[in-house]
T-cell receptor, first 113, second 112 residues
């Protein structure tokens, strides 16, 4: 079941630069998308979300962009900080509407000082 | 800030034994979930629970699995007869009814 894909297993950026994490999905019934951050030995922490009726949502250093026609979303972190180093998961909801989240494989972000 | 808690943090069991993983969701939340993450793999949905009944379960959630909300605060996942392949991190999550789910720190289950 590959309904949500994060094709880049890892990303390394310099502190202060932009981090761009990508996510693709296949199910057009998804109507809500979320990004979670996960540190080792901890649970996923909610970061930011976007409804399918929007194409952009911004919260401080974090911005999520949604391109419905391409079934693609991205998370931008500007400026990146060493504390942002973690695994980032894209998740989608809406198909079936029981609240079930379908996750991507995750992208490990390393921000170098 | 309210948070989801889970106990134990690590559970080691022998194959064939029963385990119960416990979760205390955020107090005013009504929707509860279990997910698991096998090492190196993605986080997978197991089950959703609302109004004292299962609202959806995945194909992973077979007859060996059950969930219960025994009182007003706890939410449990029981595995009746554990298998080696049940070894994973198990995450509990809760939500107030919107799309955003809040996750606990997880229980690492090791089946020997």
């Amino acid at each position: 079941d590959q309904q949500v894909k994060q094709n880049s297993p890892s990303l390394s950026v310099q502190e202060g630069r932009i981090s761009i994490l990508n996510c693709d999905y296949t199910n057009s019934m998804f109507d809500y998308f979320l990004w979670y951050k996960k540190y080792p030995a901890e649970g996923p922490t909610f970061l930011i979300s976007i409804s399918s009726i929007k194409d952009k949502n911004e919260d401080g250093r974090f911005t999520v962009f949604l391109n419905k026609s391409a079934k693609h979303l991205s998370l931008h972190i500007v400026p990146s900080q060493p504390g942002d180093s973690a695994v980032y998961f894209c998740a989608a909801s809406g198909a079936g509407n029981t609240g079930k989240l379908i996750f991507g494989q995750g992208t490990t972000l390393q921000v170098k000082p | 800030e309210p948070e989801v808690t889970q106990t134990p943090s690590h559970q080691v069991t022998q194959m064939g034994q029963e385990v119960i993983l416990r979760c205390v969701p955020i107090s005013n939340h009504l929707y509860f979930y279990w997910y698991r993450q096998i090492l190196g793999q993605k986080v997978e949905f197991l089950v959703s629970f609302y109004n004292n009944e299962i609202s959806e379960k995945s194909e992973i959630f077979d007859d060996q699995f059950s969930v219960e909300r025994p009182d007003g605060s706890n939410f449990t996942l029981k595995i009746r007869s554990t298998k080696l392949e049940d070894s994973a991190m198990y995450f509990c999550a809760s939500s107030a009814g919107g799309y955003t789910q809040y996750f606990g720190p997880g229980t690492r289950l090791t089946v020997l």
